[in-house]
């Protein structure tokens, strides 16, 4: 891991960005307009591939993530009937929550090692998921995982968000 570590700030400053955040507010704007329209507090990705984002600088330069739509349904199916109201993604671009976890974890592949199945968390609009019910969705996953019918090895990727929104609480 300090190997791809090195190997990112080392990019950083070959690249020398003026300034790190600079496509930020083009991102947030765009996330807005996209859950504004879907508004989901839980999505999951069921399709074959997954295309890197463009979120305001071109997509990453990293391989398309591939999907398990077979063990995305089955998650699905058995985190709706756990009561999680999930919007269910054919189509979806996964951004650098995703794509920097596995960039570190496997370098820079030709193709990443393993599927992906994509679940994301709106940390963007109010109001957004508590902290508790983030919680049983993982212990909901936990169940699916040891559910499935088929012997897997299953690793989750858990990452975070700072909150976006100035107010001092979320309802919930």
């Known amino acids: 891991m300090e190997t791809a570590v090195r190997r990112l700030r080392h990019r950083a400053r070959v690249a ?3 300034e ?5 507010p083009r991102l947030q704007r765009s996330l807005r307009r996209v859950l504004a329209r879907i508004g989901p507090d839980f999505a999951i990705g069921l399709g074959d591939e997954f295309k890197p984002a463009d979120e305001g600088w071109g997509p990453r330069p990293v391989p398309v993530v591939r ?3 077979a063990f995305a349904g089955h998650l699905a199916e058995s985190l709706i009937l756990d009561e ?3 919007t269910l993604m054919n ?3 996964v951004d650098h929550g995703l794509t920097v976890p596995l960039s570190i974890t496997c370098g820079q592949p030709a193709a990443w090692p393993f599927k992906v199945v994509p679940i994301e968390v709106n940390v963007v609009l109010d ?3 508590t902290g508790r019910r983030c919680f049983a969705l993982g212990r909901a996953i936990r169940r699916a995982v040891e559910a499935y019918p088929e012997d ?4 989750v990727f858990g990452t975070a ?5 100035s107010a001092a609480s979320a309802p919930g």
């Open 16 to 18: 020398r960005p003026r």
């Open 20 to 24: 790190a955040r600079r496509g930020h």
């Open 67 to 69: 999907g398990d739509p």
């Open 84 to 86: 999680f109201d999930l």
């Open 91 to 93: 189509r979806l671009e």
């Open 127 to 129: 109001p957004q998921p």
């Open 152 to 155: 897997l090895r299953v690793v």
């Open 161 to 165: 968000a700072c909150r976006t929104s």
